[in-house]
């Protein structure tokens, strides 16, 4: 298992240096780069001048927040060098790539173009808040499919099996950010209740009342969040559960266990649960990151949510690159080592499996 551990980390290594070399190398031929971001709001500030001075013909100089100057009939050549040794765009794009590289193996991603703060800095302020979205809502999907999807294979079949699959395959069908915004209009004020906070993960002065409040207005907060983004995800799990046991239930060895006169939850608790576990468990990780990266933008801006989602949207749309690709390393590196801990679970699940064997 030490074997095989080790080169599945050292695995690691190529797989996220292609994935950064690979995007770094799509961004390069996307328009509208930071660069040309910068100059067209240096435009568009030089003809508001402009037109609010007047006087046809009248050239307006005007100093910007990075103390260049320039005239409402265009942007000069130095201004424009200038600008690109800004965002370090007076290097070629080799350059810069290995450059890039070296900081990231020491985790130093620069700063933001447009925050003018540190990357790390921001994934760290935002980070409590898409890891609360993403832990709470993953463990909620698991505590609610697995029973359900267990229940629904002992009754395959039955009146309960078909209203369950039916409500799931409505919830699956709901999109995430629809059923936030008709919670906010039941329950956040909207147009009914006022039952449920609609911004931030904690209340105004919250950090003086004691604990037990505190945490209690925090799960508080957290209600209509982790409804909106779970809705749509207990159909998957519950499915997959349902299958897995139906699966092992009708094999030899749980008509041996009956047959020599085991219980019915006897043969499901000692038999047919860890066979059936292997890929529901051991998907937890990858389940997890799935729910914490990507399910989030819309909710976090329905309920004024600081999370990595809104992050990584905003750095996008402003061609904020050392965030993007920040993000990206973090993330990418994250996924992969979840990944590994998902086959080590495999192990845990079921002591049989040796991958070391396979080889």
Same mark, same amino acid.
């Given at each position: ?28 031929f ?16 030089s ?36 600008i690109?040794?800004?965002f ?9 790539f ?45 505590l609610v ?16 099996d ?29 147009s ?11 209340s ?25 983004m ?10 997959l559960?349902?299958?897995?046991f ?28 860890? #066979? ?5 468990v ?23 949510? #600081?999370?990595?989602?809104l992050?990584?949207?905003q ?10 690709f ?23 699940v ?10």
């Amino acid at each position: 298992m030490t074997a095989y551990l080790l080169r599945r980390l050292l695995l690691v290594i190529p797989t996220l240096f292609g994935i950064i070399a690979i995007n770094f190398a799509v961004v390069q031929f996307a328009p509208g780069g930071p660069v040309e971001q910068m100059m067209a709001q240096i435009r568009q500030e030089s003809a508001s001048a402009t037109l609010r001075i007047g006087g046809a013909g009248t050239e307006v100089m005007q100093a910007n927040r990075s103390g260049f100057y320039r005239g409402a009939q265009g942007i000069d050549a130095e201004t424009r060098a200038r600008i690109r040794r800004l965002f370090g765009f007076d290097k070629p794009p080799l350059q810069r790539f290995l450059l890039m590289l070296k900081n990231d193996l020491t985790f130093h991603f620069g700063r933001s173009f447009f925050l003018d703060r540190p990357v790390l800095q921001l994934v760290a302020e935002r980070l409590p808040v898409s890891m609360s979205l993403g832990l709470w809502s993953t463990l909620l999907v698991y505590l609610v499919s697995i029973p359900l999807g267990i229940a629904k294979a002992v009754r395959h079949g039955s009146r309960f099996d078909l209203v369950s699959s039916a409500v799931v395959l409505v919830g699956y069908a709901v999109p995430a950010f629809l059923f936030a915004i008709l919670l906010v209009v039941l329950f956040a004020g909207g147009s009914f209740w006022q039952i449920f906070p609609l911004r931030g993960l904690t209340s105004a002065g919250a950090s003086a009342w004691p604990w037990p409040a505190r945490v209690a207005d925090y799960f508080w907060h957290l209600v209509l969040p982790i409804l909106s983004m779970v809705v749509g995800s207990f159909a998957t799990l519950t499915m997959l559960t349902k299958n897995c046991f139906l699966e092992e239930i009708h094999k030899q060895y749980t008509l041996t266990a009956r047959a020599k006169g085991a219980s019915e939850m006897r043969v499901l608790a000692r038999h047919v649960f860890r #066979n059936a576990m292997l890929l529901i468990v051991a998907g937890f990780p990858q389940a997890f990151l799935n729910i914490l990266f990507t399910s989030a933008l819309l909710v976090e801006i329905i309920f004024s949510l #600081n999370g990595l989602g809104l992050l990584g949207f905003q750095a996008a749309l402003h061609r904020d690159y050392p965030v993007m690709f920040g993000t990206l390393y973090i993330f990418t590196l994250l996924g992969l080592l979840l990944q590994i801990v998902g086959d080590m679970l495999y192990t845990v699940v079921d002591p049989r499996i040796d991958f070391e064997a396979r080889r």
